[in-house]
């Protein structure tokens, strides 16, 4: 059966879904697990060929389990139109409510602050929401190039969007060790979307009582993330200041080359959302080799766990773990290895945990 829908994309996209692809074959070999992948041609080549026409999110929901995505991106479209039709439809139309980016130091020599003492300090996750805010598209521009021009994007939060984020993000802090959740919101400046952020964090708050709960102000919460980043496990946020944070917090494992992400559901049991690494397609590095694939197999990697595979999930996480603390990475993460390379050790790392199991 058909299930894995592959957008290698734009840019280094197709590079590093390669890399995901050698992963997914291994993965197949070594756990028995029967995935078929179709790769479909929705990239910026296939929207300056044919237009908007084609593309239908639902139809690639009720055809595949899953959605892996390399990244959307190309100077030749203009505003990226093909990104916001391809990543939006897909996030929109399918109401994938909530994106989710962990980011977990594996190797100290990664973080890039001098403070931080153990890979532990740095182990968190940030739940965004996925569908609203200024991505709406509600706004506009009034008396364009005149010196009166007037510029209006107007963040949108539904009581239903932030209260289903709010509570997938319980359900994730939940699972974790420390149980620990962090509402980061802007309300002090904003008196009609804080409110209702704060008001569906504490009733959530009341039916879980196992987790422990405070509140930042995203500037405080940008700041304390380099201060003291030991002191977040859990976050939850709109899709805005998720989306410039969780760049940050990236950059304290590694960087974009190790920023994975998930978009999904949380109610849907059939489609388990949309996987792709946080950076983009990246053309400076488009065909140098440069482009480190970690963040897409990681983003696959979360694939599994979304569809209860845990021992391919963990074997993954494991082999990552074990390239990340060896000496053959690419040129972002201080080494001289090529994307292939790297793509090749993490199945080799996999096969090997396979055979000291056994
Ligand atoms: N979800 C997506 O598909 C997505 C996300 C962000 C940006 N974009 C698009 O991608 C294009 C480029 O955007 P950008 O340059 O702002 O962001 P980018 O993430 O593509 O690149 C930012 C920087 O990080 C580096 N980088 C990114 N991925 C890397 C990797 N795997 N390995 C090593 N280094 C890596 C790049 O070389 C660049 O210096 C734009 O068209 C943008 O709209 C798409």
Known sequence: MTSLAVLPGDGIGPEVMAEVLKVHTVVGDVFGIDLAVDVLPYDADWYLT????????????????????????????PDNRHAKLIIGGLRQDLDLCVNLRPVRLRTLRHCPLRHVGAESEVDLVIVRENTEDVYVGVGGTVRSGQPEQVAMEVGVHTRRAVDR???????????????????????????????????????????????????????????????????????????????ILSDEAAQLAGGLGVAPSASYDPADTGFRGVFES?????????????????????????????????????????AIDEVLRGDLLTPDLGGTARTGEVGDEVCRAIARGKEERR
């Not at 009733?203 to 422990?212: C, L, M, Q, R, T």
């Not at 993330?225 to 998720?242: E, K, M, Q, W």
């Not at 897409?296 to 391919?312: F, G, N, Q, V």
Request: glycine content about 6%; overall charge positive; charged content about 25%.
């Open 50 to 77: 044919r237009g908007a026409a084609g593309f239908d999110a639902q139809e690639v929901r009720r055809r595949y389990r899953a959605v892996l995505l390399g990244a959307l991106g190309d100077p030749r479209v």
């Open 165 to 243: 984020a709010v509570r997938a993000a319980f359900e994730i802090a939940r699972a974790r060790p420390r149980r620990r959740l962090t509402l980061v919101d802007k309300s002090n400046a904003m008196p009609a979307a804080g409110p209702l952020w704060q008001q569906c964090f504490r009733a959530a708050a009341a039916e879980y009582p196992e987790v422990h709960t405070d509140h930042l102000y995203v500037d405080a919460a940008a700041m304390e993330l380099i201060r003291n980043p030991a002191r977040f496990d859990t976050v939850v946020t709109s899709n805005l200041f998720g989306d």
């Open 278 to 318: 946080v950076h983009g397609s990246a053309p400076d590095l488009a065909g140098t080799g440069r482009a480190n694939p970690l963040a897409s197999i990681m983003s696959y990697s979360l694939m599994l766990d979304r569809m209860e595979l845990p021992a391919a999930h963990a074997a993954v996480e494991r």
